[in-house]
């Protein structure tokens, strides 16, 4: 059986559909790496900045430069646990699985157009129930602020 003709713009369709949410993605993960650099190098560096000054010289330190230095540890210490809270490292895993997995289905697109064959139709139902499982199991370790509300129990 030859497979319709609409076939192969179908699968240029989807090819290009999942190249610009593979591009969405590694957008959102630029975007939140350098926003975890950001938490995690101030958790790190300006405790130990404020603490290294205090050691030497604790005398002055008054009460102008003990308030600043009160507010940029307590600075780092929010963005440490916001770092930590959010689950970030776990979220930059899942988006870095999610690009591979969109590649991976690319490829094989890319593949089955360029093949052809008689079994196109079934190498493309094939490839679209892998991206439904896809979507299905997507970020199993989300950050909480977009998990849903939690239903009361009867």
Not at 119 to 148: K, S, W
């Amino acid at each position: 059986m030859d497979p319709p003709p609409n076939i192969r713009s179908f699968i240029d369709l989807r090819i290009r559909q999942l190249l610009l949410e593979e591009r969405k993605y590694r957008f959102k993960l630029w975007i939140y790496g350098w926003l975890s650099w950001i938490c995690v190098v101030v958790g790190i560096v300006v405790p130990l900045l404020v603490g290294s000054a205090l050691l030497a010289s604790p005398a002055g330190f008054g009460s102008k430069w003990g308030n600043i230095a009160g507010g940029l540890t307590l600075l780092a210490a929010v963005l440490t646990g916001l770092h930590k809270g959010l689950k970030c490292e776990a979220y930059h895993d899942a988006c870095r699985r999610q690009i591979h997995s969109l590649r991976s289905i690319v490829e094989g697109f890319e593949a089955t157009a360029t093949a052809g064959g008689p079994d196109l139709l079934t190498q493309v139902d094939a490839l679209e129930t892998r991206l439904r499982e896809l979507r299905t199991v997507t970020f199993d370790v989300p950050p909480p602020r977009v998990l849903p509300p939690a239903k009361a129990s009867p």
